[in-house]
Each structure stands twice: as C-alpha cells, then as structure tokens.
C-alpha cells in the first residue's frame, strides 16, 4: 500500500512503467489484430465475394442437379451485365434447355429462385464484411488512441523523466511530490475509463449479449476524432473523449513540476548550459505540453458540446465547420509529436555521448535546436489540411514553415555523427537503440519532407505512405529511444544488470521487425492503398502480407526485451553505481538510490567530461579517479565537508 501514497519521484516513475507498458501491450495486441486481419483472405474483398458467391452456387447445383450449368454460371458470375441483362440471359438459357429436353421436367427452378439464391449469398457477404469492418475501425481506433494517449506521449517524460530528473538535478525529490502522485492518478484514472469505453465495443462485438449487460461503448472515429463523422456515429465519442480529456490534466501537471523543478532545484553551478540535454529536451517538452494540452482540451468540449447540445461549431447541418476541428485538433497534435521527439533526442544525446566516450558536440546548438523545434511545432499544424481546401497561400506557408523543422532536426543528426566520429564507440544495447533511432529518424524525417511538399502531398494523401510516414517518426523513433533510455538506466533504477547478448539479439529482432513492418508501406502508399481501409484489391495483398510478417518479428523482439528486463530483475547481477562512465550527477549515487537519492548533494561539473572516471574490473563498474578529479569538483567537494 505504502507505493499507493507514496511522494518519491523514483517510485512514482516505477508505477508509470508498470501502467505504460500494460498500455502499451494493449495497444501492441490491437496492432497485431489489426495486421493479421489485413493479411487474412477476408481482406481480398472481390475474392472472397466469388467465394461466397461460389460456395452458394455449389449448394444450389447439389439441391437441384438437373439446373444447367451455364444458368448457374450465369446467375453467380454476372460480369458486368445490367440486372435485366442478366435475367434475359439466364431466362433465355433455361427456355433453351426446357426446350431441349421436353420430357425431362428441366428446369426444375426459374429465374426468380436463382436469383433469390444469388441475392441470399450476396447478403451473407455483406453481413460478414460489415462485422468485419466494424471490427477493424473499433481495434484501429483503440489500438491509434491507446498508442497515442497512453504510451508514445506518456512514455518517455514519465517513466524515464521522473525517475532521473531530480536525479540529474542532485536533487531529492521533483518541486512538488505531491502534484507528482495526483498527475499519476489521473493518468490511472484516465487511462482506465478510456481503455474501458473503447474495449467495451469489441467485448460486445465478440460476445454480443454482453452488450445487454453493460451496455454500448467502443469507438470508431480514429484517435483524432475528426468531424462531421465523429458528430454523427453512433459509437462512444462522449465518453471516450471524456477519457482522453482526464488524461490532459496528468500532462499538464507533470510538465508544471519538471519546469519549476528545473528552475528551483538546479544547483548554483549547473548553469542553463552546463545541464544535460537531457533537462533541455524535458525542458522543451514541458513548455509544449503546459501551452498545447488546454487547447486539445477545449476542442475536446467542444465536441462534447456539439454531440450533447448540438450548438453548431463543427456540425455543417447546424451551421459548423467541421474544418475547424481540424484546425483546433492539430494545433495541439503536431506539437504533440514534438512532445513524443524531444524527449527522446535527450535520451540519445546522452547515450551517444556516453558510448562514444566523447564530449557531445555542439552542446549549444542541440540546445537550442529542441527550444527551436517546441517553437516551430506550434506552426505547422496547417500541413494537416493540404486537401481540405484551405487557401493556396496558407498551404505554401504551412509548407514551407513544415521544411523549416527539418534544421534544427537535421542539426541534432549532424551533432550527433560528429560526436560519433573518431570516437571510442562501444555498441552496447542503449547504443545499439540509439543507432536504429538515428536511423529511423532520418528516415521519418527525409520522408517528411515528401508530406510537406505541396504537390507530392496530394497524390500521397491519406494513404499507406503517410501511415509509414508518421510510424518512423512518432512510433520507432520514440519506442528506440525509450529502449535505449530504459536499457541505459535500468542499472540505476532496479540495481541490477540484465544480459548484454540476449538484450542485444532483442535489438535485432525489433530493428529487423520493425523496419519489415513499415518500410514495404511506403511502397504501398506510393502505389495508392489508401489508409483506414479494412479491404482491398489484389495487388496489394503481397505488401499486406509482408507487413503481418514483420509485425510478427517486432512482437517476438518487444516480448524478448521484457523477459531480458524480467530475468535482470530475478537473476541479474549487482549494478555498480556507474556501469557506463557516464558524468552526469545521477551516476554519483548507488544503484539503485537511496529514499533522498543522495548522502550529500555531489558538485556539478561538465556532465560530458568523462575523463575522470576509470574502470575497476572488480565491480564491473567505473569510480572516480580522484587524483585527475577537476579542480573545481575538489573545490565544491571541500566546500561542502
């Protein structure tokens, strides 16, 4: 009970990694529905109409054998005949056969019987295919919000920022414990009602007459909840944006608490650049979220307002504007992606340095960069809207302010190779997630720039492009980071050390998988399949399939990571209190740290300076080497006795 209550920082960040990856499984399992429904024959829409249609006319034959063929063939593969067409057809084959064959009693069956045949089947199909897309836009739409609510935004700022923030500070505890403990419960409490509303369609969809017992629910709006649909469905829009608008309380509160623990808590000597880049990238992080989040929360009542009160804000039938939605929604959403991205560029500045066993370079410019990215993200939101019919004016602004974002990007990348290079790399697991961040990054990014280009944005519109797009961008690149972040500190936080190759072979599997997953779609996209669809025409059944099959490579990898972290926890050695050589002042205390994180608050120096830190292979760990310590350390170290 005491971990219900509980005001430290590091146990609060363990409960957000025990809710978050539950979430994140959740969302993961709807993923893999989602992919082996694209990949099952059913999704072949035209064959499996034949086959329905094939299966129909097989029973009609056994039930009246004396029926010609040819009729048969005609009643159940019409091509492209007019409905009179084809009843003058199959009439005509079955007056010529009567007439054919006057003492054989042929045909036993007329037009309208076969047709009445034909017409069941077709029904059939309609009914399966219906349940099948029900099916599909419920689990696309819970698997998006969950991923995007629940883990991709949460992830990284939550679990990894609170447990080392106060940390990385030398400070005890975050600004305000206590508003750290009320942010997890409505991220608890949020999170819960959501997952409930939006599982509660497929519960019943699976077991229909559950429905008589709690009622209707689900949601199949797609996580951004767009407008005129989500004003006319009949699915749970009330109550699922009602969930969504709890969880924005628990952002805005732990983004108040990182920026006043930055700036209350920071000792005197750690100056705005000498903090790590990690502090930076949270930093940044927590000014978008307190100025974005209230602006998701407004749209959301807003529709609340629309559906309940049917006021006229997004509803054209009432006078609304249903482009206005968008325009409210991706004021805060882009910025949110940049909410999904700076933090983990902090995560990788750190790990690239530390496995480099170089000074970061450009420290400034990459600090400045994640500022100057939170700044731009908040004008981009247009590029959303190229095919909405907004002017062409807006759209060559929002273009063009779109490509700005890839500078400041493209100098944390430039950093982060210079760093790199002729550097002492050791390629273990959080660097080896670092690199596949890298990686996918550069190429969500370089992909970006297709989006925001005017004309190439149209033909690739809501397809499998973007879909490609967005996963590189929003999905890897946060989900490496936050692997490689987990994978750097899970020493520090648990106290013990996990398997190096097994956690490497993990790395592999989720790299291959991931990328077999997602690259073949932008093929895909390019050759047209649209997004959101549960069907689909023949030539796209081979990518479709290929896609399923990487997926299932990354959940075999995802699922190889939690047994590593598991078995670390039953069977893992003692963690050194600095297994990496890393300088930043979270490495200064035992691992995993005590209640008030430090005996005495340790001196900050240059957090990329690893110069005074040397290997004892006794404790499998680095220690400080007091004879080269700086003289400034030993300064504040004297001071402080």
């Known amino acids: 009970m005491s971990w219900l209550f509980t005001l430290d920082h590091k146990r609060i960040g363990i409960l957000y990694m025990i809710a978050v990856l539950t979430f994140f499984l959740v969302g993961g399992i709807f993923a893999i529905v989602l992919r082996v429904m694209l990949a099952l024959p059913i999704a072949d829409a035209g064959n499996q109409m034949g086959m329905e249609m094939n299966d129909t006319r097989a029973i009609v034959h056994s039930q009246n054998a004396t029926v010609p063929d040819e009729a048969l063939n005609l009643i159940f593969n019409p091509g492209q005949r007019t409905p009179e067409e084809l009843q003058t057809d199959v009439e005509a084959v079955l007056t010529d056969t009567a007439a054919k064959n006057p003492n054989a009693n042929v045909p036993i069956v007329d037009y309208a019987q076969l047709n009445e045949a034909r017409t069941a089947a077709a029904g059939n199909y309609a009914t399966k295919l219906n349940n099948h897309n029900t099916l599909y836009n419920q689990s696309f739409t819970l698997h998006g919000a969950v991923m995007v609510f629940l883990f991709i935004i949460p992830a990284i700022p939550a679990i990894i920022g609170n447990f080392v923030l106060p940390l990385m500070l030398g400070a005890k505890d975050v600004a305000f414990p206590r508003l750290n403990l009320a942010s997890w419960y409505c991220y608890m409490g949020g999170a819960i009602f959501f997952i409930w509303v939006l599982g509660k369609g497929i519960m019943n969809y699976i077991v229909p007459t559950l429905e008589r017992v709690w009622g209707g629910g689900g949601l199949d709006t797609g996580w951004t909840f767009y407008t005129p649909y989500s004003t006319e469905t009949n699915t749970a829009v009330v109550a699922a944006t009602g969930g969504a608008f709890i969880l924005g309380f628990s952002s805005i509160l732990t983004a108040v608490n990182f920026i006043a623990s930055i700036h209350m808590l920071r000792p005197k000597n750690m100056t705005w650049f000498r903090m790590p880049l990690m502090l930076w990238a949270l930093y940044a992080t927590a000014v978008i979220q307190i100025l974005a989040t209230p602006v998701l929360a407004i749209t959301l009542l807003l529709l609340i307002a629309e559906r309940v009160l049917h006021v006229g804000i997004f509803d054209p039938a009432l006078g609304g504007d249903p482009i206005l939605y968008q325009h409210f929604f991706w004021f805060y959403s882009h910025p949110a992606v940049y909410i999904m991205i ?54 060559a602004v929002f273009s063009i302010i779109t490509m700005l974002v890839a500078i400041p990007s493209a100098i944390k990348v430039f950093n982060w190779l210079t760093t790199m290079y002729n550097g ?32 190439v944005n149209i033909h690739i519109h809501d397809t499998y492009f973007i879909v490609a797009h967005f996963h590189y961008v929003m999905v ?35 790299f291959v998988g991931f990328n077999v997953t997602f690259f073949i779609q932008f093929i895909m996209g390019a050759l047209g399949m649209p997004r959101r669809y549960a069907t689909y025409i023949d030539k796209y059944q081979i990518y479709h399939h290929i896609s399923t099959g990487g997926s299932l490579i990354l959940t075999v990898g995802l699922f190889l990571v939690l047994f ?21 002042l979270e490495w200064h205390t035992v691992s995993p740290p005590p209640h008030a994180n430090f005996d005495h608050a340790p001196p900050a120096t240059d957090p990329y300076d690893y110069s005074h830190w040397r290997w004892k292979p006794e404790i499998e760990g680095y220690i400080l080497d007091e004879a080269s310590e700086p003289e400034e350390r030993q300064a504040m170290a004297h001071n402080d006795s």
């Not at 000074?359 to 990459?366: K, L, S, T």
């Open 476 to 510: 890897g690149s946060t989900l490496f980071a936050f692997l490689a972040g987990m994978h750097y500190w899970w020493p520090k936080m648990f106290g013990k050390m996990y398997s190096e190759r097994w956690a490497q072979i993990g790395w592999f599997l989720v």
């Open 342 to 395: 700076l933090p983990a560029m902090g995560i990788v500045s750190e790990v690239i340095s530390v496995f480099s066993r170089k000074h970061i370079f450009g420290y400034a410019f990459i600090a400045c960069s994640s500022m100057a990215i939170a700044i731009l993200g908040f004008l981009v939101w247009g590029h959303h809207m190229f095919t909405s019919g907004q002017s062409e004016l807006l759209n």
């Open 424 to 455: 002492s790399i050791r390629l273990d697991s959080p660097m080896l997630y670092a690199l596949g961040f890298i990686w996918l990054f550069t190429i969500g990014g370089l992909t970006g720039i297709y989006c925001a280009t005017l004309a």
């Open 564 to 584: 590593v972290w598991i078995h670390s926890l039953l069977r893992g050695k003692q963690a050194p209190a600095n297994p990496w050589g890393a300088n930043s």
